[in-house]
C-alpha cells in the first residue's frame, strides 16, 4: 500500500504571505508527484508536476522534492484569497493525500 | 478546460440497482481514470485504462467493472449499487500517464 500523507489543516495565512504545504510518501521507489488544487464542489486542477530532486517554479508556485527525505512540498507567494481551496499532493500518478484545506485571509 | 464530461452529473438510485456512468473525452489521450472521492480518503482509484480494451483495477475495484471499447469512452458499472457506493466519482484522463486532468464529477446517491 503507498501511504500519501497531508496535515488536512485547515492553514490559514494572511492575504501576501507565503503559504507551504507539505507530503510525505512511504515508497521510496516513487518517481512522479503532482499537485492538485480543488476549489469546494469542483474537480481537482492541476498546478505542477515535478519529477527530480530539487525546486520548480511555475508563476507564483513552487515545487520541491526531497527523494531522500521522501517529501515533496508546494510553496505559494503572495497568496491570495483566491488561493483557498484544498490542495492534493499525488505520487505516482494516482496515489493521493488526502489534501491540505488552506484559507488566505484578506 | 480539457474535453472531458461526465454523465450523468446527478444520480439518485436505489440499493441493488445497476449503474453505469460515462465519461467522454474529446482530447484522444491514451489513459483514463475512474476515481471515487469521499470525506476523509481522498481520491481513490478504482479502475484505470491505458488503451482501447486494455484496463486494470485500481485500491478500491470491488463492486465496480469499467470498459473503453473507444479511445474516448470509459464507462463505469455499478453491478448491483450499495450504500457504501454513494459518493462524487471522478474521471481523470492523460496523455503521457503522468498529469491528469479531471472531468466534472458525478454525484451518486444509493438509497
Known amino acids: 500500500q503507498k501511504e500519501v500523507e497531508q496535515n488536512s489543516g485547515p492553514l490559514s495565512v494572511p492575504e501576501g504571505a507565503i503559504a507551504s504545504l507539505n507530503c510525505t510518501y512511504s515508497?521510496?521507489?516513487?518517481?512522479?508527484f503532482f499537485w492538485y488544487r480543488q476549489y469546494s464542489g469542483k474537480s481537482p486542477e492541476l498546478i505542477m508536476s515535478?519529477?527530480?530532486?530539487g525546486d520548480k517554479e511555475d508563476g507564483r508556485f513552487t515545487a520541491q522534492l526531497n527523494k531522500a527525505s521522501q517529501y515533496v512540498s508546494l510553496l505559494i507567494r503572495d497568496s491570495q484569497p483566491s488561493d483557498s481551496a484544498t490542495y492534493l499532493c499525488a505520487v505516482m500518478q494516482f496515489y493521493f493525500g488526502t489534501g491540505t484545506s488552506l484559507t488566505v485571509i484578506p | 478546460d480539457a474535453g472531458i464530461t461526465q454523465s450523468p452529473r446527478h444520480k439518485v438510485t436505489e440499493t441493488g440497482t445497476p449503474v453505469t456512468l460515462r465519461c467522454h473525452q474529446t482530447e484522444n489521450h491514451r489513459y483514463m481514470y475512474w476515481y471515487r472521492q469521499d470525506p476523509g480518503h481522498g481520491l481513490r482509484l478504482i479502475h484505470y485504462?491505458?488503451?482501447?480494451?486494455?484496463?486494470d483495477k485500481g485500491e478500491v475495484s470491488d463492486g465496480y467493472s469499467v470498459s473503453r471499447s473507444k479511445t474516448e469512452d470509459f464507462l463505469l458499472t455499478l453491478e448491483s449499487a450499495t450504500s457504501s457506493q454513494t459518493s462524487v466519482y471522478f474521471c481523470a484522463i492523460s496523455l503521457d500517464g503522468g498529469e491528469q486532468y479531471f472531468g466534472p464529477g458525478t454525484r451518486l446517491t444509493v438509497t
Open positions: 515535478i519529477y527530480s530532486n
Open positions: 485504462s491505458y488503451g482501447v480494451k486494455d484496463t
Open positions: 515508497d521510496r521507489g516513487s518517481q512522479s
